[in-house]
């Protein structure tokens, strides 16, 4: 009889695992997208403290501008930036957003964020079972 509760955990444990393993790129391409949207959203409307919870303690952002040279900026510059100018002086319909899901691979993903102004390439990483922004390489439309 033991053998039979010993086989039977195992057996539930393994369906269990598989079933969370089975569903979990679902869930987290839907909390990559919400990350970003979150990100975005909070650039637009001057939330810094919501801006800092999309970003990763070692974020870093490249801005690729034509002939301008590459421009960085640290998560605390951009949650600073997002605090001081508030919502972005932009109209309305340049408030919008296209988040796509490009690929997400254990604790690690990617995404493409586009704007009327621009388009980010993003890294994200999954930490403490949140996905948070650690890269973004953005090129500015000109």
């Known amino acids: 009889m033991k053998r039979f509760a010993i086989a039977f955990c195992f ?3 393994n369906i269990t695992t598989n079933a969370q393993q089975s569903k979990s790129p ?8 919400t990350t970003v949207t979150h990100y975005i959203e909070a650039y637009y409307t ?6 800092e ?3 990763h303690p070692h974020y870093l952002k490249h801005m ?3 002939d301008i040279p590459v421009r960085e900026k640290t ?3 951009m949650v ?5 100018h508030g919502p972005a002086d932009l109209p309305q319909s340049n408030k919008t957003e296209e988040v796509t899901v490009l690929d997400v691979a254990g604790s690690i993903a990617s995404a493409k964020l586009v704007t009327p102004g621009w388009v980010d390439y993003m890294t994200l990483e999954k930490v403490n079972a949140e996905w948070k ?4 390489v953005q090129r500015i439309n000109d």
């Open 75 to 77: 998560g605390s510059e």
């Open 46 to 51: 001057g939330d810094a403290r919501r801006m």
């Open 11 to 13: 057996l539930l444990l």
């Open 53 to 55: 919870q999309t970003l």
């Open 133 to 136: 922004i650690l890269a973004v």
């Open 26 to 33: 679902v869930d987290d391409s839907a909390a990559v997208r």
């Open 64 to 66: 690729i501008h034509g």
């Open 80 to 84: 600073r930036e997002v605090r001081t």
